[in-house]
């Protein structure tokens, strides 16, 4: 048996009647370049956040480095961000021109740490910046109290959280602005790169709409500086089509998180925890365990294509040394990184394709 890490043909088998007339339409108007669905995208998307504004881009990193652009963070600021998470994050700040402060896991739910945020302020902090790791959202009463205290803003990286909850609000409305990618291996995912911002702030929204599209707002008018990271209309158009599956794909993704933590359960694994304040929508499902490498390449032998989400540490990045940063900075991140294995998680994943998965587990176990 063969059991994929992810399997989108799947998903576009059953799509395809929907999708492929949607894109047929646009090519044969040609309207390739901020078309109508990325307007009604935008709409339906912020609607979907319970945000006030959604702005398209090109990918989620291009989201969370515009955002922070729009906020005018930038060469000789720093923002609080996590030691685990995917390289993305530190290069939007990085790429903004500030400089990444990191701070380590918190042991339960992989996330930022929020009782270590405040020694790392200084008076160059400008931001926080939580990831939503695994889609599992961080404790944000904790960090907008933080973040209020010190004057900071806070930017959510919601890049794999997709309808999570936390205290029943969406993951993306909880703080300044957040960023969603829609690269096609996500909740919700593109046929190529693509990403959004939302907002409650009219003023960063229309910062982003200029940013994105040259700084023009009428064309050949350049009110500022911009760049080239739009959002495709042909992109759009698939998200659109592909949005209002959303909440039952992550409550599928929850029920196979169920169905592993349940067969795990007397395995010398140790399952993830949904914190008390969250809704996770399980982008990845991520156990931990010792002999971490062998597994792994048992797992790959057996036919499971399981992964590891982030083997290094970004204090440990070579692109990173510059922070100077050293190993011991992050006990448990580093810990963890040695520790973590994500198994095949996507919305189709069936019973038997779990059970050959824990069965292979337990088998090396043994
Ligand atoms: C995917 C991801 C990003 C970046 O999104 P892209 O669309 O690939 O640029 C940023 N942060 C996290 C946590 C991600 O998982």
């Known amino acids: 048996m063969n059991v994929p890490f992810v399997d989108l043909v799947?998903?576009?088998?059953?799509?395809?009647?929907?999708?492929?007339?949607?894109m047929e339409n646009i090519m044969s108007k040609a309207q390739f370049i901020m078309g109508e669905d990325v307007r009604l995208f935008e709409q339906e998307f912020a609607d979907y956040c319970n945000t006030e504004f959604a702005i398209g881009v090109d990918s989620g990193t291009s989201a969370l480095e515009l955002a922070l652009r729009a906020f005018a963070i930038g060469a000789g600021d720093e923002v609080i961000t996590v030691a685990n998470t995917f390289i993305a994050t530190t290069l939007a700040i990085s790429s903004a021109g500030a400089k990444p402060v990191l701070i380590d896991i918190h042991p339960e739910t992989n996330n930022i740490d929020v009782t270590k945020i405040e020694a790392a302020i200084t008076d160059r902090t400008r931001a926080i910046m939580p990831v939503h790791l695994y889609g599992q959202p961080v404790d944000m009463d904790a960090i907008t109290e933080i973040a209020k205290k010190h004057d900071l803003l806070v930017i959510e990286d919601?890049?794999?959280?997709?309808?999570?909850?936390?205290?029943?609000?969406?993951?993306?409305?909880?703080?300044?602005?957040?960023?969603?990618?829609?690269?096609?291996?996500?909740?919700?995912?593109?046929?190529?790169?693509?990403?959004?911002?939302?907002?409650?702030?009219?003023?960063?929204?229309?910062?982003?709409?200029?940013?994105?599209?040259?700084?023009?707002?009428?064309?050949?008018?350049?009110?500022?500086?911009?760049?080239?990271?739009?959002?495709?209309?042909?992109?759009?158009?698939?998200?659109?089509?592909?949005?209002?599956?959303?909440?039952?794909?992550?409550?599928?993704?929850?029920?196979?998180?169920?169905?592993?933590?349940?067969?795990?359960?007397?395995?010398?694994?140790?399952?993830?925890?949904?914190?008390?304040?969250?809704?996770?929508?399980?982008?990845?499902?991520?156990?931990?365990?010792?002999?971490?490498?062998?597994?792994?390449?048992?797992?790959?032998?057996?036919?499971?294509?399981?992964?590891?989400?982030?083997?290094?540490?970004?204090?440990?990045?070579?692109?990173?040394?510059?922070?100077?940063?050293?190993?011991?900075?992050?006990?448990?991140?580093?810990?963890?990184?040695?520790?973590?294995i994500s198994l095949p998680m996507f919305p189709e994943l069936n019973e038997e394709q779990i059970n050959y998965t824990v069965e292979v587990l337990k088998e090396f176990a043994e």
């Open 10 to 22: 799947t998903q576009y088998q059953g799509l395809k009647d929907q999708i492929v007339p949607a």
């Open 158 to 340: 919601a890049c794999q959280a997709h309808g999570a909850q936390y205290k029943g609000r969406r993951a993306g409305s909880l703080s300044d602005a957040a960023a969603f990618s829609f690269y096609p291996g996500k909740n919700l995912g593109a046929y190529g790169d693509g990403g959004a911002l939302v907002t409650n702030n009219a003023k960063v929204a229309e910062k982003l709409t200029l940013l994105r599209d040259y700084g023009q707002k009428q064309k050949y008018h350049h009110l500022i500086k911009g760049y080239n990271r739009r959002l495709d209309t042909l992109q759009a158009a698939v998200l659109r089509a592909k949005l209002p599956y959303l909440d039952a794909w992550n409550e599928a993704r929850r029920k196979n998180a169920a169905r592993y933590s349940t067969l795990l359960q007397n395995n010398e694994t140790i399952t993830p925890i949904d914190a008390d304040f969250a809704e996770s929508v399980y982008h990845l499902y991520v156990i931990r365990v010792q002999k971490r490498d062998a597994l792994l390449a048992h797992l790959h032998q057996k036919g499971v294509g399981a992964g590891i989400h982030y083997p290094i540490p970004i204090h440990l990045q070579q692109a990173y040394a510059d922070l100077g940063y050293q190993k011991g900075d992050f006990p448990i991140t580093e810990k963890y990184a040695d520790e973590i």
